[in-house]
């Protein structure tokens, strides 16, 4: 059971989702405060399956795979759920799933081609970042729900949303620029060997 216990709490992860927009969207009561408890799980099951992973040695490709995919999913679903609900503007979220997009297609590119991308720790500080703009976001919206006017006015008169996205989504981009610098060397190998 164990063997399949890290795959197993990925998918869970990706279950998640629709429950949790379905929370931000809703207007019923708690649902602001329910889309965050379902955050927090779905964060804590991101840590879990891979700490079971390392620690029993059962490292799978579809692990490999699907965990950076369940994070994306679960991270991209929150930032288009807030630009619906107009929180945070577009722009910011196409420079995020450009980028995911742009570290992905080199992944695989590289993986074709037999050499393993060099991974970079900053990519890690961008992951804490996005999560923790997520929850900065459901925080505000569980304030409004809850009409507790005073932080509410500290949210809307210091803009506390949009620099905490602008900082994400710049963090964001340099960690895309960080992935390309560290692996030119090797995708320009590639490119010289094919022709």
Not at 67 to 93: C, G, H, N, Q, R
Not at 125 to 147: C, D, E, H, R
Not at 172 to 187: E, M, Q, R, S, W
């Amino acid at each position: 059971m164990i063997k399949f216990l890290p795959n197993i709490i990925t998918i869970f992860r990706i279950v998640l989702v629709p429950f949790f927009i379905y929370c931000i969207i809703g207007d019923f009561e708690n649902s602001k405060l329910y889309a965050a408890i379902i955050f927090c799980v779905a964060s804590i099951s991101d840590f879990l399956d891979g700490k079971i992973a390392r620690k029993y040695g059962i490292i799978t490709r579809f692990g490999t795979f699907m965990d950076p995919l369940a994070d994306k999913i679960l991270v991209l679903s929150a930032f288009l759920t807030f630009v619906f609900l107009e929180y945070i503007p577009l722009w910011m979220v196409i420079v995020i799933v450009m980028r995911d997009f742009f570290i992905t297609v080199l992944r695989m590119f590289m993986e074709r081609n037999g050499i393993t991308m060099v991974t970079s720790k900053v990519g890690k500080i961008k992951t804490a970042i996005q999560m923790m703009a997520i929850n900065v976001i459901l925080f505000y919206m569980i304030i409004l729900s809850y009409n507790i006017s005073e932080i509410i006015y500290l949210f809307d008169n210091f803009s506390i949303i949009y620099i905490f996205m602008f900082i994400t989504t710049m963090i964001t981009f340099i960690t895309g620029l960080d992935y390309f610098v560290k692996n030119h060397g090797a995708i320009k190998v590639i490119f010289i060997n094919r022709e």
